[in-house]
């Protein structure tokens, strides 16, 4: 079940919306301050903070939308934690 609000887990399985509907991936960094990662079409950044962190993701390997496989990030309060331990 999805909850919004919840600052999701490395490991975690979140989605969030996109112009096509919904992407999901798995959460494999989490930082307090801005974030860098590099994927395959470029680098991609993303401001963080400790109520907001950012958020560095793996998309599914058939996620379209995301590049699959390809990471991006996000802000915490634009995902949905599908999945997780906590």
Excluded: C, F, Y
Excluded at 17 to 30: F, I
């Amino acid at each position: 079940m999805a909850t919004k609000n919840e600052v999701p887990q490395v490991g975690d399985e979140v989605s969030w919306a996109n112009e096509g509907g919904r992407s999901s991936g798995r959460v494999t960094d989490l930082q307090p301050k801005p974030m860098t990662v590099k994927s395959a079409s470029g680098t991609k950044s993303q401001e963080g903070s400790q109520n907001n962190p950012a958020v560095a993701i793996v998309g599914d390997p058939d996620s379209v939308a995301i590049e699959g496989g390809n990471p991006v990030t996000k802000q915490a309060s634009s995902l949905s934690r599908e999945s997780g331990d906590n």
